[in-house]
Protein backbone atom coordinates (compact mmCIF):
# COMPACT_ATOMS: atom_id res chain seq x y z
CA UNK A 1 0.00 0.00 0.00
CA UNK A 2 0.71 3.60 -0.51
CA UNK A 3 1.87 5.76 2.42
CA UNK A 4 -1.02 8.06 3.23
CA UNK A 5 0.67 9.98 6.37
CA UNK A 6 0.15 9.61 10.10
CA UNK A 7 -3.37 9.98 11.32
CA UNK A 8 -3.62 11.11 15.34
CA UNK A 9 -3.90 7.44 16.60
CA UNK A 10 -0.06 7.24 16.28
CA UNK A 11 1.23 10.03 18.49
CA UNK A 12 -1.87 9.22 21.19
CA UNK A 13 -0.50 5.83 21.22
CA UNK A 14 3.18 6.66 22.53
CA UNK A 15 1.59 9.28 24.85
CA UNK A 16 -0.38 6.49 26.84
CA UNK A 17 2.40 4.38 26.16
CA UNK A 18 4.78 7.04 28.27
CA UNK A 19 1.96 6.94 31.18
CA UNK A 20 1.43 3.12 31.25
CA UNK A 21 4.32 1.57 29.65
CA UNK A 22 3.15 -1.79 31.08
CA UNK A 23 1.82 -5.45 28.89
CA UNK A 24 -1.59 -5.00 29.89
CA UNK A 25 -1.93 -1.25 27.99
CA UNK A 26 0.69 -2.99 24.95
CA UNK A 27 -1.83 -5.74 24.54
CA UNK A 28 -4.91 -3.66 24.50
CA UNK A 29 -3.29 -0.98 22.27
CA UNK A 30 -1.36 -3.35 19.97
CA UNK A 31 -3.91 -2.84 17.12
CA UNK A 32 -3.09 0.67 17.10
CA UNK A 33 0.48 0.23 16.84
CA UNK A 34 0.08 -1.85 14.15
CA UNK A 35 -2.53 -0.06 11.87
CA UNK A 36 -1.37 3.48 12.74
CA UNK A 37 3.00 3.01 13.73
CA UNK A 38 4.45 0.31 11.94
CA UNK A 39 2.25 0.11 8.87
CA UNK A 40 2.20 3.34 7.91
CA UNK A 41 6.27 3.80 8.89
CA UNK A 42 6.93 0.79 6.70
CA UNK A 43 4.93 2.55 4.11
CA UNK A 44 6.83 5.60 4.46
CA UNK A 45 10.26 3.79 4.03
CA UNK A 46 8.99 1.66 1.13
CA UNK A 47 8.54 5.12 -0.86
CA UNK A 48 12.03 6.45 -0.04
CA UNK A 49 14.00 3.01 -0.36
CA UNK A 50 14.69 3.60 -4.23
CA UNK A 51 16.60 6.68 -3.25
CA UNK A 52 18.53 5.71 0.20
CA UNK A 53 18.16 2.19 0.64
CA UNK A 54 16.19 -0.63 2.86
CA UNK A 55 15.13 0.88 5.83
CA UNK A 56 15.05 -2.07 8.43
CA UNK A 57 12.15 -0.88 11.58
CA UNK A 58 13.73 -1.87 15.22
CA UNK A 59 11.42 -4.15 17.28
CA UNK A 60 9.35 -2.14 20.11
CA UNK A 61 10.43 -5.06 22.83
CA UNK A 62 13.33 -2.96 24.98
CA UNK A 63 16.34 -5.22 26.24
CA UNK A 64 15.96 -4.85 30.16
CA UNK A 65 18.54 -7.59 31.10
CA UNK A 66 20.99 -5.21 32.01
CA UNK A 67 19.19 -2.21 32.78
CA UNK A 68 17.82 -0.80 35.83
CA UNK A 69 14.65 0.28 34.09
CA UNK A 70 12.42 -2.68 33.63
CA UNK A 71 9.63 -1.36 31.34
CA UNK A 72 9.32 -3.75 28.77
CA UNK A 73 8.69 -1.14 25.76
CA UNK A 74 10.10 1.41 23.55
CA UNK A 75 8.50 4.36 23.68
CA UNK A 76 9.27 5.28 19.88
CA UNK A 77 9.53 3.49 16.63
CA UNK A 78 12.86 3.85 14.83
CA UNK A 79 14.16 2.56 11.68
CA UNK A 80 17.73 2.83 9.94
CA UNK A 81 19.31 2.28 6.65
CA UNK A 82 22.60 0.10 6.30
CA UNK A 83 24.10 3.15 5.29
CA UNK A 84 23.64 5.07 8.51
CA UNK A 85 20.11 7.05 7.87
CA UNK A 86 17.42 7.02 11.29
CA UNK A 87 13.88 7.80 11.22
CA UNK A 88 11.89 8.42 14.08
CA UNK A 89 8.37 8.42 15.38
CA UNK A 90 7.20 8.87 18.93
CA UNK A 91 4.85 10.90 21.19
CA UNK A 92 6.91 13.94 20.30
CA UNK A 93 6.46 13.96 16.52
CA UNK A 94 8.47 12.68 13.68
CA UNK A 95 12.69 13.13 13.68
CA UNK A 96 15.26 12.09 11.38
CA UNK A 97 19.36 11.21 11.37
CA UNK A 98 22.38 10.26 9.89
CA UNK A 99 25.52 9.45 10.72
CA UNK A 100 28.21 7.55 13.12
CA UNK A 101 26.38 5.54 16.01
CA UNK A 102 27.48 3.07 18.47
CA UNK A 103 30.89 2.60 17.03
CA UNK A 104 33.47 -0.83 17.21
CA UNK A 105 36.58 0.55 18.56
CA UNK A 106 38.14 -0.53 15.37
CA UNK A 107 35.51 2.40 14.05
CA UNK A 108 36.17 4.70 16.68
CA UNK A 109 40.34 4.79 15.87
CA UNK A 110 39.63 5.27 11.83
CA UNK A 111 37.18 8.40 13.24
CA UNK A 112 39.49 9.71 14.98
CA UNK A 113 42.46 9.21 12.81
CA UNK A 114 40.35 10.75 9.42
CA UNK A 115 38.85 13.49 12.18
CA UNK A 116 42.64 14.42 13.19
CA UNK A 117 43.88 14.87 9.57
CA UNK A 118 43.60 17.87 7.77
CA UNK A 119 42.30 16.70 4.33
CA UNK A 120 39.54 14.03 5.50
CA UNK A 121 38.79 15.91 8.80
CA UNK A 122 38.50 19.07 7.55
CA UNK A 123 36.12 18.09 5.11
CA UNK A 124 34.22 16.90 8.51
CA UNK A 125 34.56 19.98 9.81
CA UNK A 126 32.66 21.81 6.67
CA UNK A 127 30.38 19.37 7.14
CA UNK A 128 29.29 19.35 10.49
CA UNK A 129 29.25 23.32 10.39
CA UNK A 130 26.66 22.96 7.01
CA UNK A 131 24.71 20.83 8.94
CA UNK A 132 24.99 22.88 12.20
CA UNK A 133 23.62 26.48 9.20
CA UNK A 134 20.72 24.64 8.15
CA UNK A 135 19.34 24.36 11.63
CA UNK A 136 20.10 20.49 12.89
CA UNK A 137 21.38 19.92 15.94
CA UNK A 138 24.72 17.86 16.07
CA UNK A 139 24.92 15.26 18.52
CA UNK A 140 26.30 12.49 19.96
CA UNK A 141 28.56 10.51 22.86
CA UNK A 142 31.46 13.05 23.66
CA UNK A 143 34.77 12.30 26.04
CA UNK A 144 34.76 15.43 28.80
CA UNK A 145 38.50 15.45 28.09
CA UNK A 146 40.65 15.16 25.19
CA UNK A 147 41.27 11.66 23.76
CA UNK A 148 44.90 10.24 24.60
CA UNK A 149 47.52 11.73 22.68
CA UNK A 150 45.47 14.36 21.41
CA UNK A 151 46.99 18.11 21.54
CA UNK A 152 44.98 20.75 23.89
CA UNK A 153 44.78 22.86 20.92
CA UNK A 154 44.27 20.73 18.45
CA UNK A 155 41.83 22.78 15.68
CA UNK A 156 38.90 19.94 15.71
CA UNK A 157 39.25 18.91 19.12
CA UNK A 158 35.40 18.92 19.74
CA UNK A 159 34.75 16.33 16.66
CA UNK A 160 37.52 14.53 18.38
CA UNK A 161 35.95 14.10 21.49
CA UNK A 162 32.75 12.61 20.10
CA UNK A 163 32.66 8.86 20.42
CA UNK A 164 29.61 9.08 18.02
CA UNK A 165 28.60 11.72 15.53
CA UNK A 166 25.30 12.39 13.92
CA UNK A 167 22.97 15.03 13.30
CA UNK A 168 19.82 15.21 13.72
CA UNK A 169 15.99 17.32 12.96
CA UNK A 170 12.63 16.51 13.99
CA UNK A 171 9.26 18.03 13.97
CA UNK A 172 5.86 17.91 16.21
CA UNK A 173 3.14 15.90 15.44
CA UNK A 174 0.95 18.60 13.95
CA UNK A 175 -1.70 18.43 11.10
CA UNK A 176 1.16 18.19 8.45
CA UNK A 177 2.17 14.64 9.48
CA UNK A 178 -1.33 13.37 7.88
CA UNK A 179 0.22 14.64 4.54
CA UNK A 180 1.49 11.90 3.28
CA UNK A 181 3.55 14.09 0.41
CA UNK A 182 5.03 16.67 3.21
CA UNK A 183 5.76 14.10 5.44
CA UNK A 184 7.70 12.37 2.42
CA UNK A 185 8.92 15.68 0.90
CA UNK A 186 10.06 16.80 4.98
CA UNK A 187 12.21 13.14 5.44
CA UNK A 188 13.56 12.99 1.68
CA UNK A 189 14.65 16.68 2.27
CA UNK A 190 16.35 15.67 5.36
CA UNK A 191 18.08 12.65 4.55
CA UNK A 192 19.78 14.43 1.43
CA UNK A 193 21.18 17.01 3.29
CA UNK A 194 22.72 14.41 5.60
CA UNK A 195 24.15 12.69 2.49
CA UNK A 196 27.40 14.03 3.10
CA UNK A 197 27.58 13.19 7.23
CA UNK A 198 26.78 9.66 5.88
CA UNK A 199 29.08 9.69 2.66
CA UNK A 200 31.95 10.65 5.00
CA UNK A 201 31.79 8.00 7.75
CA UNK A 202 31.13 5.61 5.02
CA UNK A 203 34.14 6.22 3.22
CA UNK A 204 36.30 6.67 6.66
CA UNK A 205 34.60 4.32 9.49
CA UNK A 206 32.56 1.98 7.65
CA UNK A 207 28.73 1.14 7.81
CA UNK A 208 27.09 1.46 11.35
CA UNK A 209 26.58 -1.60 13.41
CA UNK A 210 23.19 -1.23 14.67
CA UNK A 211 22.63 -4.25 16.74
CA UNK A 212 25.35 -2.57 19.45
Known sequence: MAFSGFADEAFTFYEGLLADNS?????????????????PLT???AELEEEFGAVKLFRPYRDVR????KTPYKTHQGGHTGEGFYIQIDADGLMVAGG??????????RYREAAGSDTFGG????IVDDLRSAGMEIAGDRLKTRPRGTAPDHPRLDLLRHRSLYAHTGWPADPWTADPA??????RTSWRRLRPLVAWGRDHIGPPDFTR
Do not use: G, N
Open 23 to 39: KPYWTSHKEIYERHVRA
Open 66 to 69: FSKD
Open 182 to 187: EVITRV
Open 100 to 109: MYAPTPDQLR
Open 123 to 126: ELQA
Open 43 to 45: ELC
